[in-house]
């Protein structure tokens, strides 16, 4: 098995050689989306990010498993309220009904820009028996109190016992003061103010609250993550991910909750994607910094000329590197576009191309090889997907030149030739999960692309209940020749 991989671990703060805990096999773990409003192109970044490396452990010849959760209980408003019922309250919905919309919503958006599903997608509402489990078993190991029915993890005597409390997110104990709202009315009961709840007692208007010991009430917010992880992948497992403005208090009492209740820490290694900057300030809905995928598809935003589809937009994003930031502005989504239908243009002519056979170990020779052995040194060396763009631009180039003659057959061997067809095919297609579709490509594709698209929108209409504007979408495309046929594996179409 290959090891030459390094990942950043983000505990070490280094590069590690990648040593799976079982020789061929990975246990991945990554913080799904709080599904409580529609999922915004910072969560589309992390999450397109962490297929990439999914799909790069999968072409290392890895059998991995993949878990992503998804959060629909115990987030917290500043007001103490549960953002699942908040808002289900507001759209008057049930929770699960609201968690439900959204979840197809994010399903929906995950299979727009082309990524693969994670082996398990666990709820935290379906795993309440094993959390109320994990909170006895910290009791029982002392590292939590109950005071008026709610449960606290004791940060300063599990940091007297293991010292490692704030190691991740590098912070001190004695200066933590509890970052996180969970808890903030209940201040008092705690002893010490970076202790945080496990278990919170509910009130009485509380909606999503459930039985336990120690009361009627919902588990704190980092406990699902800890007991999901664990329960499928094992006490230890390979990678935990998510981006790094969970790194505090989320993951770091993660750890402290999995450690304080089986004595191992729950992941070897680590791994924070970096947030999403729209014109070089970060995305945020209070100041209107923001765009939303859907806007971002169609060009309805003063914050960019036209829209872009799913696969620039993702060819923009493998531009940065996962731990860099990444700078959202129409310049650079233009020059995205070029790039995307420059790389496409290149496969498919690459697709029609046959070496005749033999030819000769020349210097474009090993200089072509240099650069397909490049791009997998690259991706090697902790995922550099914007390392591993240009090192196939340089392939784009090579396989023009060859189109135009510039470079003859007889100047590359056979074998280089079908190494780079490989590569380039495996690369653009299996693991930065490119596909050709509208935007930028001029060919029938581009139907399908615009179709999916309007396909999209009316399922968004639908789940709103809007439905003139999803019959308005089904009966211009009549119109025009396109049937939509809906059925259990969603919508499809076709030409009439
Ligand atoms: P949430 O739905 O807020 O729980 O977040 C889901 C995932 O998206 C988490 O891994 C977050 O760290 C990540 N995330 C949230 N905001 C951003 C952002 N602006 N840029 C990149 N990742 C983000
Ligand atoms: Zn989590």
């Not at 531009?319 to 650079?332: G, K, V």
């Amino acid at each position: 098995m290959e090891n030459s991989l390094t990942v950043y671990n983000s505990k070490s703060r280094k590069k590690e050689v990648f040593e799976p805990i079982h020789e061929g096999r990975v246990g991945m773990y990554v913080c799904g989306p709080t599904v409580y409003s529609e999922v915004h192109l910072g969560n589309v970044r992390t999450f397109v990010s962490f297929d990439v490396i999914y799909r790069y452990l999968l072409y290392l010849g890895y059998k991995v498993r993949y878990v992503r959760n998804i959060t629909d209980v115990g987030h917290l408003t500043d007001r103490g309220e549960d953002k699942v019922s908040a808002r289900a309250k507001l759209e008057q919905l049930e929770p699960m009904e609201l968690v439900q919309k959204y979840s197809n919503m994010f399903h929906e958006m995950m299979s727009i820009f082309n990524t693969k599903s994670p082996s398990v997608e666990p709820r935290a509402t379906g795993h309440l028996i094993e959390q109320i489990e994990m909170v006895k078993d910290i009791m029982k190991n002392g590292y939590a109190y109950e005071k008026n029915g709610s449960v606290y993890f004791d940060t300063l005597k599990f940091n007297d016992n293991y010292k490692s409390y704030g190691k991740l997110s590098g912070r001190k104990i004695d200066e933590l003061f509890s970052e996180t709202r969970d808890d903030l009315k209940n201040q008092d009961e705690k002893k010490h103010p970076s202790d945080f709840a496990i278990w919170m007692k509910a009130s009485d208007e509380h909606i999503m609250k459930w039985n336990s010991p120690w009361s009627v009430g919902f588990p704190g917010w980092h406990l699902e993550c800890s007991v999901m992880s664990t329960k499928y992948l094992g006490k230890t497992f390979d990678i935990h991910g998510g981006g790094n403005d969970l790194k505090f208090p989320h993951h770091e009492n993660e750890i402290a909750q999995n450690v304080g209740c089986t004595g191992v820490e729950p992941a070897k290694y680590w791994l924070h994607t970096n947030m999403l900057l729209m014109n070089g300030k970060k995305m945020s809905k209070s100041d209107g910094n923001t765009i939303s995928p859907y806007e971002l598809f169609s060009g309805d935003s003063p914050h960019v000329s036209k829209g872009y589809s799913p696969m620039v937009v993702k060819f923009f994003m493998l531009q940065s590197h996962y731990r860099s930031t990444m700078d959202l502005t129409d310049n650079a989504l233009q020059a995205a576009e070029k790039g995307y239908s420059k790389l496409m243009d290149a496969a498919k002519a690459l697709d029609k191309m046959e070496h005749p056979g033999k030819g000769n170990d020349t210097d474009a020779n090993k200089k072509l090889l240099a650069s397909v052995n490049g791009i997998i040194a690259d991706m090697d060396d902790d995922f550099n997907t914007p390392k591993a763009l240009a090192g196939i631009f340089e392939l784009v180039n090579f396989i023009n030149k060859l189109k135009a003659g510039h470079i003859r057959y007889s100047d590359i061997t056979f074998d280089t030739f079908d190494k780079l067809k490989s590569t380039f095919i495996k690369f653009v297609y299996d693991i930065f999960g490119l596909k050709d579709e509208a935007g930028g490509v001029k060919d029938n594709n581009s139907i399908d692309g615009v179709v999916q698209l309007l396909i999209t929108i009316r399922n968004e209409a639908r789940a709103n209940k809007d439905w003139s504007t999803s019959d308005l979408i089904r009966d211009k495309l009549m119109e025009l020749g396109i049937q939509l046929k809906d059925g259990k594996e969603g919508t499809s179409w076709s030409k009439i």
